[in-house]
Structure formats: structure tokens, C-alpha cells
């Protein structure tokens, strides 16, 4: 007689295959969350970047403008795409605020948060720059601020 014991390494074939499939489902878990976060990290810092170049372009907004005539208070608009509410680009929004001199004029000036009565520092501004993004995490909108203070 001969017997053969094709039970055991079934059974045993059957084990290997289910710790594969959870080592496997593991695997995949770990690699999901990696490359959320990492999106999650990517839309952070192209935030952050366009924050700073937003800073820059107010800067240079102002410094071009006739304050005489009128007063650039808001820039507004969309970047890297054209609607932020689906994941496309970001929604811009830069927020300026004057810090007058004293010879200085504030024709239309929204925000005028007071006078600096010193010749050294005829004019600075305050810029505030909000940056909204969809979060993919949490499938809601980020906003990222960046306040910065600028002697003109």
C-alpha cells in the first residue's frame, strides 16, 4: 500500500497563500498612504511657493501704481488651473494694507492701518496672501496664509 499525504501540503499551500495575501494587502495599504501624503505634501509646498511669488507680484503691483490716483487693495484670481474647487489649481487672494507717511496720500485706500510720521519709512505695507487648494486627504479646501510687512 502506498500512501500519500497530498492533505498536508494543501493545507500547507493554503496557509502560504492567505500570510501572501495579507503580507500583500499590507504592502498596498502602506504604499496608498505613501503617495497621499505625499500629494498631500506636494499641494503644501506649491502653496507655499505661490504664496511667496504672490508676495513679490504685490510688491511690484504697488510700487508700479499711481498711489496718487487710486489705491491697489486686492488681487485676486486662479493659478496652476482653473477651478480649485475640483482639484484644479489653486484660488488666489492677496489683501493689501498701507501704512501711510506722513506726506503721503491715501486716495481710496481701503485698509489704511495709520500713519508713520518719520521721512525714513514714507510708505509700508502690509500683505496678506490666502491660498486655497483642494485637499485630497480630506476632500476639503485648504487655505495657506502668508502675512508679510514690506518698506516701499
Do not use: W
Amino acid at each position: 500500500m502506498i500512501r500519500t499525504r497530498g492533505g498536508f501540503s494543501m493545507l500547507l499551500a493554503l496557509i502560504v497563500m492567505i500570510i501572501m495575501s495579507a503580507i500583500s494587502a499590507m504592502v498596498f495599504n502602506v504604499a496608498n498612504k505613501t503617495v497621499k501624503e505625499t500629494v498631500t505634501q506636494y499641494r503644501r509646498e506649491q502653496a507655499a511657493l505661490l504664496a511667496k511669488g504672490y508676495t513679490e507680484f504685490a510688491i511690484m503691483a504697488v510700487m508700479g501704481n499711481d498711489r496718487n490716483a487710486n489705491c491697489l487693495n486686492e488681487i485676486n484670481g486662479t493659478a496652476l488651473g482653473s477651478d480649485p474647487s475640483i482639484g484644479d489649481g489653486y484660488s488666489v487672494e492677496v489683501k493689501l494694507s498701507y501704512i501711510i507717511g506722513a506726506n503721503l496720500p491715501a486716495a481710496g485706500c481701503d485698509r489704511v492701518l495709520g500713519s508713520v510720521v518719520t521721512p525714513e519709512t514714507p510708505l509700508q505695507i502690509l500683505v496678506d496672501v490666502y491660498i486655497r487648494y483642494l485637499d485630497t486627504d480630506t476632500t476639503g479646501m485648504r487655505t495657506y496664509h502668508r502675512r508679510t510687512l514690506q518698506r516701499l
